[in-house]
């Protein structure tokens, strides 16, 4: 079992930053890999970043490489999504969400085990 709290949400212009901060509990926590998610107004959840359980390893999505970062600190158990130079298409709820099995990154929602309950990410033109 791993329980999953996003925080760190909230109203910023185009051009500025915000970082998301995912608060991981539970046995698996620290050796699951580890993703974020991303779901707008009337569309389906889609894949943003992931991060392996040692942190050694990154993946993106292609419209965020170069302005967001994924990060983890498995001595806190909290996950990092820094993102920066927003646009307006980028507003959305941000889920944190725990792979238990690890190994291969999954860009796809039902390989994930766990989710946080999501932060909402506005960003205004």
């Known amino acids: 079992q791993v329980q999953l709290v996003e925080s760190g949400g909230g109203l910023v212009q185009a051009g500025g930053s915000l970082r998301l901060s995912c608060a991981a509990s539970?046995?698996?926590?620290?050796?699951?890999?580890m993703g974020w998610f991303r779901q707008a107004p009337g569309k389906e959840r889609e894949f943003v970043a992931a991060i392996a359980w040692s942190g050694g390893r990154t993946y993106y999505e292609d419209s965020v490489k170069g302005r967001f970062t994924i990060s983890r600190d498995n001595v806190q158990n909290m996950v990092y999504l820094r993102m920066n130079s927003l646009k307006p298409e980028n507003t959305a709820v941000y889920y944190c969400?725990?792979?238990?099995?690890?190994?291969?990154?999954?860009?796809?929602?039902?390989?994930?085990?766990?989710w946080g309950q999501g932060t909402q990410v506005t960003v205004s033109s």
């Open positions: 969400a725990a792979d238990v099995r690890g190994g291969v990154f999954h860009t796809q929602v039902g390989a994930y085990d766990f």
């Open positions: 539970g046995r698996a926590a620290s050796t699951s890999n």
